[in-house]
Every structure is written in C-alpha cells, then in structure tokens.
C-alpha cells in the first residue's frame, strides 16, 4: 500500500452514461497525475496537477474528460458520455514536490472501467 | 519511432537464472529513469529509480543506465516464481521542468519464472 488510495476500485457502467472517480493522494504530496491504461499496454499520462492548478493535459483527454483538485487535496476525473473505448484502468500517481527531493511517483491501487 | 520501447516478450525464465529486461528511449533530454512491477489486475510498484550512468543494485535487482546509448536495463538475479510480472520501464523528460514530471512508459515485458 502506497498510501495514494482511489475510489471505486471497479467500475461498470453503460456506454453514455457518466462516471466519476477520486484520488486521495498521500497527504504531502503536492504533484498529481493521472494515466490510463489499457490492456497490454503501458501507463499513458492523462494530465497534472499542482496543488490546485491543472498544469497539462494529453491530448487524449478529449472534452469528454475533466478533472479538477478543488482545494490541493483529493482529485476528480470524470468522463461524461462514456464510450466502449474508454475502458481501461485509470491510475493516479503522486509525488512530492519538495525542492532537492525524489521526483519518484507513487500508483494508487486504480480504478478499472467497463464500458458496457 | 516510439519514445520508450521495451524488449518485446515474453521472457521466460527458470528459477535462479538471471532474468534480463532492456529499455530504450528516445528523447536525449531525459533524466529520471524507473522500473516498476505490475502484477495482473494491480497496479504499478516501484522497483527501482536510477539518474546517472552505470549500476544500481538494490537486493537481487541492479538497474544499469547509459545515457550515451540511450538504453536503460534491469538485471533480476536469483528470478523467482514471485517475480513473474510485467515490467514497466518508465522515462521522466522533465527537460527545463517544461514536462512536470510526468512519466512515459513502454509497452511492458511480461516475465514467467518457471519453477
């Protein structure tokens, strides 16, 4: 256990319909990020929190697609209009960002999405 | 060309033999260089992180970086049934702090230790 927890763990739900997942990263880490990951592939990073600020985001967070970390806390991705092809696992990862520290990240557990 | 790629698999291995995962990337600005561990349905665990050229061990695995040649590896001596896994090499550019420190994996090798 990392200590970065995500919430659901499992996810099904039904193609057009939305869902929402959370992040609680460890509680100094000030660095978020989200990637997804499909079977048989590695990790592909979705976007980048610091603090409260979304720094970047892939071009494959379509409009569909949006996070938020209201307070520099938790984090929040959700995907409206689900579509099959966006099942996958969905992975946070925080780091800290003290100056002269580790830029090492640590995974949460994910959450995996079936889009039925 | 893809920016991390990884020696395709899958490796087999058998028990007490050395296992041997290569990775190469592509971007010369790159500075931060990890290995993780994934079992099936989990989620990715740090193996071992190494930022300069040469060898890193840490218990029965040693990372070995070359940034001239733009290769990265990770030797697991000893492979046990427990290490059979997905390995994922995993590149952090972070050139001039423009990329925050996200991270580009490759593909992953899948490794069976076989008893």
């Known amino acids: 256990d990392t200590g970065v927890s995500q919430d659901p763990r499992h996810k099904i739900t039904k193609r057009g319909q939305n869902v929402t997942f959370r992040c609680d990263p460890i509680s100094e880490h000030n660095r978020l990020y989200w990637y997804r990951q499909t079977l048989g592939q590695g990790p592909e990073f979705l976007t980048y929190?610091?603090?409260?600020?979304?720094?970047?985001k892939s071009r494959l967070l379509s409009d569909r697609f949006s996070a938020e970390r209201p307070k520099g806390s938790f984090s929040t991705l959700e995907i409206q209009r689900t579509e099959q092809g966006d099942s996958a696992m969905y992975l946070c990862?925080?780091?800290?960002?003290?100056?002269?520290?580790?830029?090492?990240?640590?995974f949460g557990p994910g959450t995996r999405l079936t889009v039925l | 060309q893809k920016e991390v790629e990884q020696n395709s698999g899958p490796l087999s291995v058998p028990e007490g033999a050395i296992a041997s995962l290569n990775c190469t990337y592509s971007d010369r600005g790159s500075q931060s260089f990890f290995w993780y561990r994934q079992y099936s349905g989990k989620s990715p665990e740090l193996i071992m992180s190494i930022y300069s050229n040469g060898d890193k061990e840490d218990g029965r695995f040693t990372a070995q970086l070359n940034k001239a040649s733009q290769y990265v590896s990770l030797l697991i001596r000893d492979s046990q049934p427990s290490d059979s896994a997905t390995y994922l090499c995993a590149v952090n550019v972070d050139a001039g702090g423009t990329s925050y420190g996200k991270l580009t994996f490759g593909q992953g090798t899948i490794l069976t230790v076989h008893p």
């Open positions: 990862a925080t780091r800290t960002g003290v100056r002269g520290s580790t830029d090492t990240q640590y």
């Open positions: 929190f610091q603090n409260e600020a979304q720094l970047e």
